[in-house]
């Protein structure tokens, strides 16, 4: 079982559409959680992070958290073309590095 | 404030030969990450240096690869020699110090590295 898991998609959803993204870990002691998109060609941007179960939202973007069932997803909404991209969640390892623990990435494309 | 710089931007190099990737985190982030992502791979990390020492470096390949950081500042990955398997882009982050496990991790722009 991989560390962090995500569909890999392609997930394509209409301009303007609620665009779901979900990713689930495994270690249970994980407090931290970020989303970062990539566009092709390029490094992955931090857009959101979340620690504490519930939502939380800035923008466009919401992030949802469920510790219980270790799970954590991004919901992007009134998506834009200019939000396809891939979109990773990476988990920092609880470890004396913190080191990142990424999924495969969820690749989007938003239909004008 | 300035974002994290690597140089180069691509490099294309023959197996055998050595190459010397460079990266500059965030003024005033002691936390420097080392990642790589290979064709059709997840991201995976290499190492962690906090400032000048190496936290972490679990994630290196094998003894090819050699990490510094001079003064807590740049960092550079040196690989010697090359492999074709060593062909990947190579991510440099940086990250505050304090609750690291919070500390948000700001990507550079990456090295392309091709070893034919």
């Known amino acids: 079982q991989k560390e962090v898991e995500q569909n890999s998609g392609p997930l394509s959803v209409p301009e303007g559409a609620i665009a779901s993204l979900n990713c689930t870990y495994s270690?249970?002691?994980?407090?931290?959680f970020f989303w970062y998109r990539q566009y092709s060609g390029k490094s992955p941007e931090l857009i959101m992070s979340?620690?504490?179960?519930g939502d939380k939202e800035d923008g466009r973007f919401t992030a949802q958290l469920n510790k219980a069932s270790q799970y954590v997803s991004l919901l992007i909404r009134d998506s834009q073309p200019s939000d396809s991209a891939t979109y990773l969640c990476?988990?920092?390892?609880?470890?004396?590095?913190?080191?990142?623990?990424f999924g495969s990435g969820t690749r989007l494309l938003v239909r004008p | 404030e300035a974002g994290v710089t690597q140089f180069p931007s691509h490099s294309v190099i023959e197996k055998g030969q050595t190459v010397t990737l460079r990266c500059d985190p965030i003024?005033?982030?002691?936390?420097l990450y080392w990642y790589r992502r290979v064709m059709g791979k997840e991201i995976k990390f290499l190492l962690h240096?906090?400032?000048?020492?190496?936290?972490?470096e679990s994630g290196m390949p094998n003894n090819r690869f050699l990490a510094e950081r001079t003064g807590g500042t740049y960092s550079t990955l040196k690989v010697q020699p090359a492999e074709l398997e060593d062909s990947g882009v190579y991510f440099c982050?940086?990250?505050?110090?304090?609750?690291?496990?919070?500390?948000?991790?700001?990507f550079g722009p990456g090295t392309r590295l091709t070893v034919l």
């Open positions: 982050a940086s990250s505050r110090s304090g609750r690291a496990f919070k500390n948000e991790q700001f």
């Open positions: 270690d249970r002691g994980s407090q931290s």
């Open positions: 979340i620690y504490s179960n």
């Open positions: 990476a988990v920092p390892r609880m470890d004396s590095s913190y080191k990142l623990i």
């Open positions: 003024s005033g982030h002691d936390n």
């Open positions: 240096f906090v400032k000048e020492s190496k936290q972490d």
